[in-house]
C-alpha cells in the first residue's frame, strides 16, 4: 500500500497534462499512486492518460462520465488506498521536492494535515502566494490561538489566511473522507474551501511549510473566470453549506470570517455577472435585489466596514449592494 495517493481530475487539458504528469513522476519522493480521473474528455486527454498508465505500474487512469471537478475528485478519493492523500489539478505542475518533504514532515510529526504555498503563474509573471502562518508544527491548542482566528479572512480584504485550495496540501484519509463528500458537485467557484477548512478545524495537528512547492497556472479563460447569471444561485448554494458546514458554537470565531468571506465572493461574482447581462440586454434589477435581500448576502454587507474592502469600485459596489442601489449599480457597471 502506497503511503500517498496524488489524484488528478482531468478534462480537456491535453497540451498541459504531460507537464503535470511528468512534474509528479520527477519527484523524488517515490512511494505513490497516481489515479488519473478522466471525466469525460473531449480532446487528446483521454488517451494522452491512458498512455501514461501504461508506462509507469503507480498510474491508475479511470474514465467516467462529466460530473466536474469535484465530482472526479471524489471519485478518485473512492479508489485511492494511500494513508495520505493528496490533489493536483491537470493544468498545473509541482516541484520535484515537494511530495518528499511534505510527506516527511507526514511521517515524522504523525499530523492530519500538511500545507506548504503555491506560486501563481500568468503568462506574464509569477506570483507567490503565501499562508500568513510561521511554518512549523501546530497542534490542537496553536491552531485553535494562531490560525483559527485569521484562517479564512486574514484581516486585508481580502487575503486568505491560509490558502483554500486541495491542492497545496496533504491529508490524512481518515480525516479528508469526513469532509470531501459534504461538497456539493454543481459548485464550480470556491468549492476547494469547503473541503480544506472543515478539514482544519477537524485536524488534531497540522504542519506548515515555507516554500513554494506549487505551481497554479492562472489562465483568465478558465473556468474560474467565467462568469453567468448561474454563478448567483452557487453564491448561494456556497454560503448555504458553508453556514452548515461550520459550527459557530465550537468556532466563534469564524462568523466574522465567514461575512467577509461571502462579501468578498459577492463582489468578485456580482459585476461580471451584471454586466454580461448587461450586454445581453437582459433587465436584472428582480435578480439583484434578490441576490442583495437573500440572508446570508444581507448579513456580510451589514457586517463588513467600508473601510476594509480595497479599491474605489469595489468600495462602491460594497455600498450599492448594502442599501440595495440598482440604479447606482447599474451607472457603475458601465464605467
Known sequence: MPFLSIIIPIYNVEPYLPKCLDSILAQTFTDFEILLMDDGSTDGSSALADSYAAKDARIRCFHKKNGGHMSAR????????????????????????????????????????????????????????????DPGFYDKSRLEADVYPRMLFSGRFFHYGVSPSLCNKLFRRTLLEKHLFHVPLTIKLGEDGLAAYPCLLGASSVYFLQESFYYYRSNGNSLTHTM?????????????????????????????????????????TFPPVFRTMQVQGTSFKKEFCEECSYPPVR????AVKAGDVSGLHNKAYAFCIRHGLYRLFFFLLKH
Open 74 to 133: 471524489q471519485a478518485g478519493f473512492e479508489k485511492a488506498v494511500g494513508e495520505y492523500i493528496a490533489f493536483v489539478d491537470s493544468d498545473d505542475w509541482i516541484d520535484p521536492a515537494m511530495y518528499e518533504r511534505m510527506c516527511a514532515a507526514a511521517g515524522e510529526y504523525g499530523v492530519d494535515m500538511v500545507c506548504c504555498n503555491y506560486t501563481a503563474v500568468t503568462p506574464t509573471k509569477q506570483i507567490e502566494r503565501q499562508d500568513f502562518c
Open 228 to 268: 453567468d447569471s448561474g454563478r448567483l444561485a452557487e453564491n448561494r448554494l456556497l454560503f448555504d453549506t458553508y453556514d452548515r458546514l461550520i459550527d459557530l458554537a465550537a468556532y466563534p470565531c469564524m462568523e466574522k470570517q465567514l461575512l467577509y468571506y461571502y462579501a468578498y465572493q459577492c463582489l468578485l
Open 299 to 302: 448579513r456580510a454587507f451589514r
